[in-house]
Nanobody
């Protein structure tokens, strides 16, 4: 059984920072990619950032480039999303995902999903 558990969400003012964590139950190298998606109320789920587990190559949604950083700690079996300079438009439920297609920011490339952690950014 593969389980992904997110943590680290919360409420911050615009310009603030949060670090999300995704704990992976199995071998992180069992998956080609780990990713963070988000879904705002009334909106479709969208890819935010992804990392190729084999070599750490990353890819980001244009709107978060320079502000968000995805990383992995293999020893801790954890994937992180460091979010800096948060803006109200970043408000969403953030989900961790694992899949078998490298560096995809596409929902159907991912097979396993966490329960989500809420990020709320106020102006």
């Amino acid at each position: 059984q593969v389980r992904l558990v997110e943590s680290g969400g919360g409420s911050v003012q615009a310009g603030g920072s949060l670090r999300l964590s995704c704990s992976v139950s199995g071998d992180i190298f069992s998956f080609n990619s780990m990713a963070w998606f988000r879904q705002a109320s009334g909106k479709e789920r969208e890819g935010v950032a992804t990392i190729a587990t084999a070599d750490g190559t990353t890819r980001y949604r244009d709107s978060v480039k320079g502000r968000f950083t995805i990383s992995q700690d293999n020893a801790k079996k954890t994937v992180y999303l460091q979010m800096n300079n948060l803006q109200p438009e970043d408000t969403a439920m953030y989900y961790c995902a694992s899949g078998f297609v490298s560096l995809a920011l596409y929902e159907y490339a991912y097979n396993y999903w966490g329960q989500g952690t809420q990020v709320t950014v106020s102006s």
